[in-house]
């Protein structure tokens, strides 16, 4: 497929047009940012990985019964997807208390939740993406009542399929984001990306972080808990 002008370029990804304007072309990047955008660098090869651990996860997904925006990867960096209007809602699944859930509510990190907490983000960069409720949400007309049941329930079965997935890695999945999109029918498909970006993944046996809070909280070895995952995920 060929790659024509840049429509999109966000922190860790670009987006391309292609021949087909129902397709578009994913670039991932190595620039890395937290913390609302104040923390910036690189990872090196982070962009390979996170796009092979993506389609590897969105066709595990597709072969579970969830519809994702995957189409094809072309190479190391470069993926085919479905083009999508993205909903403009992070939706954010967990298993164990961590990261803002744990400083929002003041209680420590690891407590294993009985049932999965499901929550939303406004998708917006001047408000800092704000937690936002399903009332929130159709009253501003993000998403409608039934895509909002869709979504959770497609959501809900992604973290059904990866938990137990990555637990045969010997990788307990503490938490995710995940980002759904409408096609041009308006049917709604798993779009963005799942990588230690936006995940959190925690070692079975040693509970050693392996996914980008090395590199939000300073932690080091950054480069070397994503080849940990990606060597997990593929073999060495
Ligand atoms: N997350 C993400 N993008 C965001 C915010 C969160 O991918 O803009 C992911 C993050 O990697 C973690 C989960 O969503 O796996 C929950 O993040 P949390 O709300 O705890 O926020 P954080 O502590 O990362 O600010």
Redesign the pocket.
């Known amino acids: 497929m060929e790659k024509r002008e840049q429509l999109y370029e966000g922190k860790a990804k670009k987006v391309y047009a292609t021949s087909d304007p129902d397709k578009v072309i994913v670039s991932y990047k190595d620039d890395a940012t937290a913390l609302d955008g104040l923390k910036k660098g690189t990872v090196a090869g982070k962009g390979a990985i996170n796009n092979r651990m993506t389609n590897f996860l969105m066709r595990l997904l597709e072969k579970n019964g969830v519809p994702t925006h995957f189409v094809e990867e072309l190479n190391d960096r470069e993926t085919v997807v479905k083009k999508v209007s993205i909903v403009p809602l ?1 939706v ?1 699944i ?1 298993n164990v208390s ?4 744990a400083k929002r509510y003041g209680v420590e990190e690891g407590i294993v939740f009985d049932e999965p907490t499901f929550e939303f ?1 406004y998708k917006n960069d001047d408000l800092h ?1 704000p937690l936002i409720n399903d009332t929130h949400a159709l009253a501003l007309k993000l998403a409608t009542k039934e895509e909002l049941a869709t979504i959770r329930a497609m959501a809900l079965k992604v973290n059904e399929v990866l938990k137990a997935y990555f637990l045969t890695l010997g990788v307990r999945l ?4 995940l980002e759904f999109g409408r096609l041009s029918d308006g049917t709604l498909v798993l779009a963005d990306e799942i990588s230690p ?4 993944f925690w070692d079975a046996k040693t509970g050693e972080k392996l ?2 809070d090395r590199f ?1 909280r300073d932690m080091g070895g950054v480069e070397e808990a994503y080849k940990e995952m990606m060597s997990r995920v593929f073999g060495k």
Request: aromatic share 10%; with cysteine.
């Open positions: 992070e954010i967990r961590a990261g803002s859930f983000s993406d503490i938490d995710f984001k970006d936006t995940c959190r996914d980008k939000r």
